[in-house]
């Protein structure tokens, strides 16, 4: 019986750190504090991100299919970097 007993008490372990939530017994203890720090990101390092994924297009796509591939892998490195700014942009801390 103390054999199932410990696979009880190990499941219930697992479970309830699965689903975040910590024993009465936790010495740390989670904190949410009411207010958010929203860092925003500057225009510049926004068009860096942009123009540096468009770069990275525009040179794969020179390697796959000369000038008009990098015209294409151009556009999509550009909307692919638009896409990860504007996404990754204000982190709420």
Do not use: C, Q, W
């Amino acid at each position: 019986m103390p054999a199932l007993r410990f696979l009880a008490l190990f499941l219930a372990m697992i479970l309830f750190s699965s689903l975040g939530l910590e024993a009465a017994t936790s010495r740390h203890r989670k904190v949410y504090h009411p207010t958010h720090y929203v860092h925003k990101r500057s225009k510049k390092k926004s068009a860096a991100i942009v123009g540096g994924s468009a770069a990275a297009g525009a040179a794969i796509g020179a390697l796959a299919g000369g000038g008009k591939g990098a015209a294409i892998g151009a556009i999509a490195g550009g909307a692919g970097g638009f896409a990860y700014d504007r996404h990754t942009a204000n982190h709420v801390h």
